[in-house]
DNA sequence: GAGTTTGAAACT
DNA sequence: CAGTTTCAAACTC
């Protein structure tokens, strides 16, 4: 119901615009909520620095500024709502009861200063609406991610949009990238943005922006950009842009300096540490059943606004600095299926954008999230966090649940929608690079080149790693492919679906905003061949839980979370790296195939024995729905979403992911739901993403999340204990939920989005205290069902208690039969359909290796490469000196 | 830092 | 779907 209202939480928030009673709500990621209410029309600056305001505040402020201060914005923000209950919602504890209104479409995001904490997103547009989300990370430090909602009244919103976009975009790209760093500078990107901003307002009055900041978390990303796309269906996500940290950050927050840049960095990672910490502290309650029903019902408005995803925006953003890239500036939205234009994420630290293309091109709004460093400050003290910072954990539940099985898999959806994007253009792209060669010839003639490049680049690679090595390497380095060119599953980064970024060590690396198209045609390539590719690998039985729990849950699991695939050891015996599933922190599983399974966080067998034990099916049924809960693994973890395994499967033929879900999550993890978990996704994030060394257990810290975060440190505490303090109470736990169903054709543009949970912070300490096991405490916070495809997804967030209550009588939602596939989906790619996603390609979308050869980073292979690395060098520090910087990331830490 | 091991991802 | 190859990280030295 209500019309397409878009909420918007956030801690910092501002959000100033009023006007539309379009309320967006997103909430992911943590816990808080701080919701902001944005009106469409409006534009907000979340973190601090939103756009226009906030470019002074950023330049000014350094990035921790930015983070308290969108903090405290937040409470005071607010915003506009829209009518009624959106309005109402504010910042905190309303937010549920707008939710609930709002459920149907809204979105909610939370955000803390830089962190920004979606619980749920739940994105609906009015017809005319059109919502972009954008997400920048910087490397290490912070995310910012903006969120630009604008709506349109009209299809020409879109195209308005795309033009301020492009506009915006390309030239602030490009200027991003000659400059590379120009950490001021950055700040200052936010200008592009006003001006965009005003642009668009000019063009389109109905649109509204709100733009938060959020740390950097690779973790996060995936979960939103997973998110997202699964929800894309209904929007589009623009534009992510990561910017590298580095630069960007440091430019963005305003930090001034390279330290600041670095400690940034540092923080950001901590940063998302911190989130995610916060997340648990938050605790979503669970997320309200109810939400999800209300979704559910909500869909029915079919919102058939779409998002699109602006890359361009972001340029506008600060991190565009880093950015450069102008490409992106022009997508056609072919994948609609029709040709609007649409614009594309160009740079953007996530691949979220593939999903905004999908969109529709009737609404055009735009949500860009940033993530700001500010926070970083502090946390970079913390640096060390770091390594752990992975946590975040996203669970989706998976649980089949049946509900629906039509539903199958919402998975699918967004690849089917990333397909449909990549499609032509993308294609088209990708067959200039190449230049028509064939496949085969292309191969051998491309991995020539590549090498060549790679030299090349290498040897920058190796000054940059030496930097980062000496930073630290393990925070600020990322990837380290040679071959893959990034765009295979082999890279972390890309894996993670985040753009690589300067502390990347990789060789002809196509994982950048300027390969927008490729990357994201890729994607789809990849998600047609396994739907959950790009979903969090761990999951977890989706039980409702009431969060805390398990107190002593030992360490191991928190939950009963587990790798959705199973490792295949044959002889780490689980007790390496090697295994992904002693990697996330997790035990073996039924799933797993490995021998002499020693893992410590729990052996195959006994999996199988908790498993049935724990019986999901309570769990299951309980939440019927879908959960998401958060778990705070040992390390970190995070808010996972969840998703339901039904909704996965394939009822669906887009998603048919289940089936072909190779190992079928189903078949490995019997138990009908689960929730994946974000934190695995960390896990396998990068080293530096991951960290490796502590999380274990020391970071989580038997105490709870502060030590945990702790771990990341301090940061966590404070930022924690700030939550707390502003978060806890205020909200609850907001849920939304949105649900969605889209489907039939596009009316319906819903996602929902469950990353975080919320919490309260009461909830959290508790939380924290339960968990000071690693695993033990769970947090719960969402989930719900997560349909992909339809885009039904609830995300739920909410207090845990409230939702918990609500969660558990409710669940439910959607069960649109309908939904399957997703707006997008439909529409544009590829008719789906049934079928699927997949079929068109099933198999191997990506080009492999032909077109992948083809591709050669081309200019940017060595321009690119070369910039990034002069980048690195430069932006590292600042804008102006290189050196620092890379490092900084690890460095960081001055 | 080079070299080896490992198991997932990609490919056949 | 099984078997093989490729890949990049984890690990070792
Ligand atoms: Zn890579
Ligand atoms: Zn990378
Ligand atoms: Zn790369
Ligand atoms: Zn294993
Ligand atoms: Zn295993
Ligand atoms: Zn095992």
């Known amino acids: 119901m209500n019309s397409p209202e878009v909420i918007i939480t956030t801690t910092t928030a501002t959000a100033s615009s009023n006007s539309s009673p379009i309320p967006l709500h997103l909430d992911f990621l943590d816990n808080r909520f701080i919701q902001w209410q944005v009106s469409m029309q409006s534009d907000i600056g979340i973190c601090g620095n939103t756009d226009r305001n906030n470019k002074s505040a950023d330049a000014v402020d350094d990035s921790r500024n930015s983070v308290a201060y969108s903090s405290s914005r937040s409470m005071n923000d607010t915003h506009k709502e829209n009518d009624d209950a959106n309005s109402t919602r504010d910042q905190t504890g309303t937010s549920s009861d707008c939710i609930d209104k709002c459920l149907p479409n809204p979105v909610a995001v939370d955000c803390k200063n830089s962190e920004v904490l979606v619980h749920q997103d739940v994105i609906f547009l009015d017809d005319a609406h059109q919502l ?44 991003e990238l000659d400059d ?3 950490p001021s500078d950055e700040c200052p990107s936010f200008e592009p943005d006003l001006p965009v901003d005003d642009a668009s307002r000019k063009q389109q009055p109905e649109t509204s922006r709100v733009q938060y900041d959020m740390t950097w978390n690779p973790d996060l990303y995936r979960e939103v950009h997973f998110y997202f796309q699964s929800h894309a269906k209904t929007f589009q996500i623009v534009q992510a842009h990561q910017d590298y940290c580095e630069d960007a950050e ?13 400690l940034q960095r540092g923080m950001s990672r901590r940063c998302l540490q911190f989130e995610d910490a916060q997340s648990q502290g938050t605790l979503p309650s669970s997320h309200s059943p109810s939400s999800t029903n209300n979704t559910a019902s909500s869909r029915s408005p079919a919102h058939t606004r779409e998002l699109e995803s602006l890359d361009s925006l972001h340029g506008g953003l600060t991190f565009s600095s880093r950015m450069n890239q102008p490409r992106a500036a022009t997508f056609p939205l072919q994948n609609i299926g029709k040709p609007l234009p649409v614009s594309k994420p160009s740079g953007i630290g996530l691949h979220l954008n593939s999903i905004a293309n999908t969109l529709p091109m009737g609404q055009s709004a735009t949500v860009s999230i940033k993530t700001t460093p500010s926070m970083s400050s502090r946390l970079g003290e913390n640096r060390n966090s770091c390594p752990n910072l992975p946590n975040f954990i996203e669970t989706m539940s998976i649980a089949p649940e049946d509900r629906i099985p039509e539903r199958r898999g919402s998975l699918a959806t967004s690849s089917a929608i990333s397909e449909s994007f990549i499609s032509e253009e993308s294609l088209n792209m990708l067959q200039q690079l190449d230049h028509q060669t064939t496949p085969q010839n292309k191969r051998k003639f491309d991995s020539e080149l590549a090498d060549n490049f790679e030299e090349f680049n290498q040897s920058r690679l190796k000054k940059q790693r030496k930097k980062s090595s000496n930073a630290d390497a393990d925070s600020c380095k990322r990837c380290n492919c040679k ?20 502390t990347c060590a990789c060789h002809g690396c196509f994982n950048r905003p300027e390969y927008e198209d490729t990357v994201l045609e890729t994607r789809q390539q990849i998600e047609s061949r396994n739907p959950l590719a790009f979903a969090p690998k761990i999951v977890q039985p989706a039980p409702e839980f ?10 191991s699991t928190p939950f009963s979370a587990r790798h959705k695939t199973g490792c295949n050891c044959k002889k780490s015996m689980c007790l390496k790296k090697y295994c992904e599933c002693y990697q996330a922190n997790v035990g073996c599983s039924s799933g797993c195939r490995c021998e002499g399974c020693k893992n410590v966080y729990g052996k ?30 040992n390390k970190d973890y995070m808010h996972a979403e969840l998703y339901d395994l039904h909704n996965l499967t394939p009822v669906t033929p887009s998603l048919q992911y289940s089936s072909r879900v190779k190992g079928g999550l189903k078949s490995r993890l019997s138990a009908g739901r689960y929730v994946l978990s974000a934190e695995s996704d960390l896990s396998m994030l990068p080293s ?6 502590n999380l274990h257990h020391d970071n989580l810290l038997p105490e709870s999340s502060k030590e945990t975060y702790g771990a990341f440190s301090r940061v966590s505490d404070y930022s924690i204990a700030e939550m707390m303090d502003q978060f806890s109470p205020r909200f609850n736990t907001l849920d939304d939920i949105s649900g969605l169903t889209p489907v039939p054709n596009l009316s319906s543009s819903t996602i929902m989005v469950a990353s975080s949970a919320s919490t309260k912070t009461i909830d959290w300490e508790n939380v924290s205290r339960l968990q000071s096991s690693p695993g033990s405490v769970r947090l719960s916070g969402f989930t719900g069902p997560v349909h992909w495809h339809s885009s039904s997804i609830t995300a739920v967030t909410s207090l845990a208690e409230n939702k918990s209550q609500e969660q558990d009588s409710q669940s439910g939602l959607h069960d649109t039969p309908e939904d399957d596939t997703p707006e997008i989906l439909k529409e544009a790619v590829t008719p789906i359909a049934p079928v699927k996603v997949s079929s068109p390609n099933k198999k191997r979308v990506s080009p492999p290796r032909s077109l992948m050869h083809q591709l050669v980073p081309k200019s940017t292979g060595n321009l690119k490469s070369t910039r990034r690395f002069v980048l690195k060098s430069l932006s590292p520090t600042r804008p102006g000196t290189p050196n620092t910087d890379s490092k900084e990331c690890t460095n960081n830490k001055q």
Request: aromatic letters at 6%.
């Open 132 to 175: 972009t989300v954008d997400s920048y990370g910087d490397k290490n430090n912070c995310l910012s991610t903006k969120v630009d909602v604008s709506q349109t009244m009209s299809g020409q919103a879109e195209e308005d949009s795309l033009r301020q976009t492009a506009s915006e975009s390309e030239p602030l790209k490009n200027k």
């Open 180 to 182: 590379s760093k120009r």
């Open 250 to 262: 440091a430019q963005l927050c305003g930090i001034g300096q390279k330290q600041a840049s670095q």
């Open 483 to 502: 071959r893959s060119k990034c765009l295979k599953l082999y890279c972390d980064c890309f894996a993670a679906g985040i753009y690589c970024a300067e």
């Open 546 to 555: 009431p969060l805390v729990h398990e107190e002593d849950g030992s360490r």
């Open 604 to 633: 195959k067998e006994e999996y199988g024995m908790i498993e049935e034990t724990q019986s999901y099916v309570e769990w299951s049924e309980q939440t019927s729905d879908n959960k998401l809960e958060m778990v705070p693994t």
């Open 688 to 693: 530096h993403a991951r960290s490796p060394r």
